[in-house]
C-alpha cells in the first residue's frame, strides 16, 4: 500500500473517491461545504504534484425520490450544482462529466492533462453503485492510473466506487488525506490515548450505542451518558422518568453495561439532574428535578444545571475525548444548554493539550453551530463509518486498500 506523500503523481490520472454528499436549498446552493473542504488538500497534493484529477462521488439516494413519472430527478441530484464552488475552492477550472461512465466520460477524462480537474455525474444515478457490481466497478476504473480513496463517510459501504474498484488497482490504490485522519483519530482513542481516556456518548437511544459502548469498556476510564438514552438507564436503575423516552426492551442491557462497567472499573456517569418539560416543544413548561425522579406527564429534554458541572468536570479533566451524541434536544433553545456546555467543555480541555475526537452527525451538528469545530482535533466526516469503525467492525472500503480483513 502507497502513502499519498511517497506517491509519484506526476503524469497520472488519479481517480478519487470523495464524499461529496453535501446538503442543497431548493436554489440547489450549497448550505454546508464541510465535506468539500475536508478533501481538498488531498485535490490539492495531485495537482501540485503533477497529476490530473477525476472525482467521483454519490449526492443523496436518487433511487428513492423517484419523479411521479418514475424517472430519476436528475435536476435534484446532479453533481453539476458543486462545479461552481469546486472550482472557487480549488482555485482552477472543474470540468464536468454529465454521466460517471459512457465514451463521452471516457473520453473527457483520456483527454486530462496535468493539473486538470473533471468531476463525474452522481455515481448512483446507476443501481450497479450501491448493488456493488463488478462490471460498473470496471468501467469506472478506466477513469484513472491510480486510485485514491478519501470517502471515509462510505468507506463502510462495500459498494462499486470504494470496496469493489479497490482490486482493478492492484498495486496503485491508497487512501487520501482524509481517510488518514479518519483511522489515525480512530486509533488515537482507543490504542494511543492518553489517560484519562473519557467516551461521551449521547443521543435518543441505548440500542443504536450498545456495540459501541462494550467495545470502548475496555478502552476507557469514564463513561459520561446523556440524551434520550439516559432515561432508560435511570428507569433500570429504578428511577422514576414520567413520560421521557425509554427504550423498556433494553432495560436489562442497561443494567448489564453499567455492571461490566464497574468491573472493569470505569467510571458511568449518568445526569443526576435533568431539564424536564411537558411537552416536546421550546414553549412548554420547564423544571429541573432528579433524573430519579421525573413527574408522571413530564419527561427529560436535557441534562440538568448539576450534571453539567459534573459532566464538565469529568471532561476538563480529561486527556483523550471521544465524543458522540447531544446531551439534549439542542435544536430546541430551551433545552440546548446541557450540549452547549458538553462542546465548550471538550474545546477547553483540547486548548489544555487533550486529543478530542467528535462524530455522529448530532455531535457535529452541535460543534458547528457553537463554531467550535476549529477548536477540537478531529471533527469525523463519516459518522455511521466512524461507529462502525470503532465498534471494531472492518470497513470494506479501508481493507480494500490496506488488505485488512
Given at each position: 500500500m502507497h502513502h499519498i506523500d511517497q506517491y509519484e503523481f506526476s503524469g497520472k490520472r488519479a481517480l478519487i473517491r470523495v464524499d461529496f454528499n453535501v446538503p442543497l436549498n431548493n436554489q440547489n446552493e450549497i448550505t454546508d461545504d464541510t465535506r468539500i473542504r475536508a478533501v481538498l488538500p488531498?485535490?490539492?497534493k495531485i495537482l501540485d504534484a503533477g497529476g490530473s484529477v477525476v472525482i467521483m462521488s454519490h449526492l443523496g439516494r436518487p433511487f428513492k425520490k423517484l419523479l411521479p413519472d418514475g424517472t430519476l430527478d436528475v435536476n435534484r441530484f446532479s453533481l453539476q450544482h458543486l462545479v461552481k464552488h469546486l472550482s472557487k475552492c480549488l482555485g482552477c477550472p472543474v470540468a464536468f462529466a454529465e454521466d460517471c461512465i459512457g465514451e463521452s466520460a471516457f473520453r473527457q477524462s483520456a483527454g486530462l492533462k496535468a493539473g486538470e480537474v473533471l468531476l463525474?455525474?452522481?455515481?448512483?444515478f446507476h443501481r450497479e453503485e450501491t448493488k456493488g457490481d463488478e462490471a460498473f466497478a470496471q468501467k469506472l476504473a478506466r477513469h484513472g492510473d491510480v486510485y485514491v480513496n478519501d470517502a471515509f463517510g462510505t468507506a463502510h459501504r462495500a459498494h462499486a466506487s470504494t470496496a469493489v474498484i479497490a482490486a482493478r488497482f492492484p498495486t496503485e490504490k491508497l487512501f487520501g488525506y482524509l481517510i488518514e485522519k479518519e483511522i489515525e483519530s480512530v486509533?488515537?482513542?482507543?490504542?494511543?490515548g492518553k489517560k484519562p481516556v473519557t467516551a461521551i456518548i449521547g443521543g435518543a437511544k441505548v440500542s443504536s450505542k450498545i456495540i459501541i459502548i462494550r467495545q470502548l469498556l475496555d478502552k476507557i476510564d469514564n463513561l459520561v451518558i446523556g440524551g434520550g438514552m439516559a432515561y432508560t438507564f435511570?428507569?433500570?436503575?429504578?428511577?422514576?422518568?414520567?413520560?421521557?423516552?425509554?427504550?423498556?426492551?433494553?432495560?436489562?442491557?442497561?443494567?448489564e453495561l453499567l455492571q461490566v462497567a464497574e468491573?472493569?472499573?470505569v467510571c458511568i456517569l449518568l445526569p443526576s439532574d435533568?431539564?424536564?418539560?411537558?411537552?416536546?416543544?421550546?414553549?412548554?413548561?420547564r423544571q429541573t428535578c432528579s433524573t430519579l425522579e421525573i413527574p408522571d406527564g413530564w419527561m427529560g429534554l436535557d441534562i440538568g444545571p448539576e450534571?453539567?458541572?459534573?459532566?464538565?468536570?469529568?471532561?476538563e479533566n480529561s486527556r483523550t475525548l471521544l465524543w458522540n451524541g447531544p446531551m439534549g434536544v439542542f435544536e430546541m433553545d430551551a433545552f440546548q444548554s446541557g450540549t452547549k456546555a458538553t462542546a465548550y467543555a471538550v474545546a477547553k480541555a483540547t486548548e489544555q493539550g487533550a486529543f478530542s475526537l467528535?462524530?455522529?452527525?448530532?455531535?457535529v451538528a452541535a460543534v458547528n453551530k457553537y463554531h467550535l469545530a476549529e477548536q477540537v482535533n478531529h471533527v469525523s466526516t463519516g459518522g455511521g463509518a466512524m461507529l462502525e469503525y470503532l465498534e471494531g467492525k472492518v470497513l470494506p472500503g479501508i481493507a480494500a486498500i490496506s488488505g485488512e480483513n
Open positions: 488531498t485535490l490539492r463525474l455525474e452522481n455515481l448512483r486509533a488515537q482513542v482507543v490504542s494511543k435511570a428507569k433500570a436503575q429504578g428511577g422514576k422518568v414520567g413520560s421521557s423516552l425509554v427504550e423498556e426492551e433494553f432495560l436489562d442491557t442497561a443494567n468491573e472493569k472499573g435533568s431539564v424536564v418539560a411537558d411537552a416536546f416543544s421550546d414553549e412548554a413548561n450534571a453539567t458541572r459534573e459532566y464538565v468536570a469529568c471532561i467528535v462524530g455522529g452527525g448530532d455531535s
